[in-house]
């Protein structure tokens, strides 16, 4: 079955460079959310979108954009990047009407050096 | 004060072993509970989710919500190394949008 696709998986930028992260969610899944997960720490929601109006919004830094596009995919722009932004970025995602059952993509590995 | 209380571990078990994983929360408006397992480097992988209390089995892998406690558990029967991994307890919230996670119990099963 397909699964959310990110891209890239890894990324290296320096301090105060801008960087962008693709997600593309599982067929006919409308929804879509953005996780940050720091080194041993549990995933913190970031923001979500549905049908690409922003739904939820969580601890996302005013740094951080994202959106979503007509085809559902998602963009979370990251700007002025800071070192404590290296980490693992998540997407998932889920139709509306099960926002329960959110699946995750393998995951984007940002490094700020 | 976290959502959601979770025991770190590590947890260590022989293989063919049953296994607790337990969590806590502290808001009684969320309803939804999952449980995903992440391998190393890996994204999270939903395991199963339960609504409001009781039981719910899924071969090997039994979650359970106890709404008058706030606790929710998962247990694996006949443990395999491949269960070796981070279990991660989670509450949807009210929206269902945004999901609150617990820090995750590291879990190795020893052949």
């Known amino acids: 079955a397909a699964g959310v696709i990110q891209s890239p998986r890894h990324l290296i930028k320096e301090k105060r460079e801008t960087a962008t992260l693709k997600c593309y969610p599982i067929?006919?899944?409308?929804?879509v959310y953005w996780y940050q997960q720091g080194p041993g720490q549990d995933p913190q929601f970031l923001i979500s979108f549905y049908e690409k109006m922003q739904s939820d919004k969580g601890s996302i830094p005013d740094r951080f954009s994202a959106q979503q596009f007509s085809d559902y995919h998602s963009e979370l722009n990251m700007s002025s990047l800071e070192l404590g932004d290296s980490a693992l970025y998540f997407c998932a995602s889920s139709s509306r009407d099960s926002s329960y059952e959110q699946y995750f993509g393998p995951g984007t590995r940002l490094t700020v050096t | 004060q976290k959502e959601v209380e979770q025991d770190p571990g590590p947890l260590s078990v022989p293989e063919g072993a049953i296994v607790s994983l337990n969590c806590t929360y502290s808001n009684s408006a969320f309803q939804y509970f999952m449980w995903y397992r992440q391998y190393s480097r890996k994204g999270p992988e939903l395991l199963m989710y339960?609504?409001?209390?009781g039981n719910k089995e899924d071969g090997r892998f039994t979650a359970q919500v106890d709404k008058s406690s706030k606790y929710i558990s998962l247990f694996i029967r006949d443990s395999q190394p491949s269960d070796s991994a981070t279990y991660l307890c989670?509450?949807?919230?009210?929206?269902?949008?945004?999901?609150?996670f617990g820090t995750g119990t590291s879990l190795t099963v020893i052949p």
């Open positions: 989670a509450k949807g919230g009210v929206t269902g949008n945004q999901f609150y």
């Open positions: 067929p006919r899944h409308d929804t």
């Open positions: 339960t609504y409001s209390s």
